[in-house]
């Protein structure tokens, strides 16, 4: 119960309308099995969430929650975006979270965030066992880091590399809205 207790303070002060939920929740989905089915999130599809999150939460709580938006969303973009610039995570990823952010608020947001990575996480570790790659992907990994720490991205293991192994972060990010949203929810 402590734990709970923890991982769940912040949101005892960030309440998040259920409209607001059932926009995340829908727009994660679609997000999800586009990322599933394409290897891409359009930016028709995250810039709309972007403007329907700001939208939504400016009608449901005036210039209060449109601020949060904005918040949710450049907390987002700001956290992702060496990811993004050393070309280990996809622009429409970066722009899914941002959207995610616009629509959440930050609070929240970071939770998903923490989610995704986690699932993310899951889905790799699970696809390198399979294929059968996992030496080859530790040692990717720890390249990453240094390229991380450096600010130096490894041309050998960008997005840009097609021999490498790439997770549908859209996926992750859907499973972990739709987690969010079931611990918010559980009865307390």
């Not at 970066?94 to 629509?103: P, Q």
């Not at 390249?143 to 490498?164: E, H, K, S, Y």
């Amino acid at each position: 119960m402590g734990l709970y207790r923890i991982v769940f303070w912040s949101f005892a002060f960030y309440t998040v309308p259920g409209a607001v939920w059932g926009l995340a929740l829908a727009f994660t989905l679609c997000a999800g099995w586009l990322d599933w089915r394409t290897r891409r999130i359009p930016n028709w599809l995250t810039v709309s969430g972007v403007v329907a999150g700001l939208a939504l939460n400016s009608l449901l709580g005036g210039w209060h929650r449109a601020v949060g938006s904005l918040e949710g969303a450049g907390v987002a973009l700001a956290l992702l975006l060496p990811f993004v610039l050393l070309r280990g995570m996809g622009a429409g990823d970066w722009k899914l979270m941002g959207a995610v952010g616009a629509m959440i608020g930050w609070h929240p947001l970071l939770f998903v965030l923490l989610l995704s990575v986690l699932t993310s996480g899951l889905m790799a570790a699970f696809q390198m066992v399979v294929s059968r790659r996992v030496k080859r992907t530790m040692r990717n990994v720890g390249r990453l880091a240094v390229g991380l720490a450096q600010f130096a991205p490894d041309p050998a293991i960008t997005l840009d590399n097609p021999t490498l192994l790439k997770v549908p972060f859209g996926v992750a990010t859907s499973a972990a809205t739709i987690l969010s949203f079931a611990l918010m929810h559980w009865p307390r």
